[in-house]
């Protein structure tokens, strides 16, 4: 089994920066994410990005129209920095850490969630599949992007939760 050599991280995450704000007009969203952050705007809920991206490149593939529905931005989370970034975002933003619900697609993700005591929904269709993720076992597994609307925003709802959405 090979061993991480961490110090090679801020490296590679330099290049993948690098590389994104380069490439960024390939990005585009995932089929179905406009519908639901449409969903989610149009809800009492307030939501939140934490990315490893820098927030431009965030906001170049949203487009201005979908970058208006979120409340808080913090981008450019280190690789392994996603756990301090999330308590800064907590605290910024006032969105309590039993009130939070944090998706994400990566294992760090849940991680960083699960130290600060913040539900963690599992976004399948990205970084990783269904089958590492039920290894760790999120509080949710979200295995369309229908799911996290249908969650937080259905239509009959009276009064939603407030939980910010968090998306790597």
């Not at 990005?27 to 994410?33: A, D, H, Q, R, W």
């Not at 970058?67 to 931005?73: I, L, V």
């Not at 992007?145 to 709802?157: E, W």
Request: one cysteine or more; a positive charge; hydrophobic letters at 40%.
């Amino acid at each position: 089994m090979k061993t991480i050599d961490y110090g090679k991280i801020p490296i590679l995450a330099f290049y993948l920066r690098r590389r994104m704000t380069r490439e960024i007009k390939k990005v585009g969203l995932f089929y179905g994410v406009e519908n639901m952050l449409y969903q989610l705007a149009a809800s009492p809920l307030r939501c939140a990005v934490l990315s490893s991206n820098a927030t431009k490149n965030v906001k170049r593939v949203f487009g201005s129209h979908i970058s208006a529905y979120f409340d808080h931005y913090d981008c450019q989370a280190s690789f392994l920095g996603k756990t301090a970034r999330l308590k800064k975002l907590l605290g910024k933003s006032g969105f309590k850490s039993h009130d939070t619900l944090m998706t994400g697609d990566e294992i760090r993700d849940l991680e960083a969630a699960r130290k600060l005591d913040v539900s963690f929904g599992a976004a399948t269709w990205g970084f990783n599949n269904l089958a590492v993720f039920l290894r760790h076992k999120p509080d949710y597994v979200f295995q369309e992007v229908s799911d996290i609307s249908r969650l937080l925003a259905p239509q009959k709802q009276a009064h939603p939760p407030d939980l910010p959405i968090m998306r790597n």
